[in-house]
């Protein structure tokens, strides 16, 4: 009985992941991820303090990853 079970679960899970994988495809091919105008828009409608704290964050990023490396 265990083992029916175990491979009803396994025939579950192939198919899910096959539909995952399926819809992934798809989306890629249909150019559902692309946004081009994402960060143009953002960069337009932010304000500056918005702007200001994330150049701040990626200038921290980078001088933390610059440590690493020394380390």
């Not at 009985?1 to 175990?6: A, H, T």
């Not at 579950?12 to 946004?35: E, H, P, T, Y």
């Not at 828009?41 to 702007?51: I, Y």
Request: charged letters at 35%; aromatic letters at 12%.
């Amino acid at each position: 009985m265990d083992s029916s079970v175990l491979m009803i679960m396994l025939a579950v899970s192939l198919f899910l992941g096959a539909c995952v994988l399926f819809g992934v495809i798809w989306g890629v091919k249909n150019r559902q991820f692309d946004d081009y105008r994402k960060f143009l828009d953002g960069a337009h409608f932010d304000d500056e303090d918005a702007l200001n704290d994330a150049y701040e964050l990626e200038r921290r990023k980078k001088e933390a990853l610059e440590r690493k490396k020394q380390i």
